[in-house]
């Protein structure tokens, strides 16, 4: 995949979705909360090496 994500997924509570990830055994990133778009958002890798994101967005200039 020739980009930062192979897949980028938003969901109405970001953190609730990474702690599901984490119990389910699987290491998302650190939660990030960038201000230049104003989505929070974590990736996973997936057995292939591919990145996936899940975001929530914030408000931000990104706006979806």
Not at 13 to 39: K, N
Request: proline share 5%.
């Amino acid at each position: 995949v020739n980009q930062w994500w192979a897949a980028h997924v938003y969901t109405d509570d970001v953190e609730a979705l990474r702690a599901e990830f984490a119990a389910a055994g699987v290491a998302p990133t650190e939660m990030h909360h960038p201000t230049g778009y104003g989505c929070d958002d974590f990736d996973v890798i997936d057995p292939d090496g591919h990145r996936l994101a899940s975001g929530q967005d914030r408000g931000g200039s990104f706006g979806l």
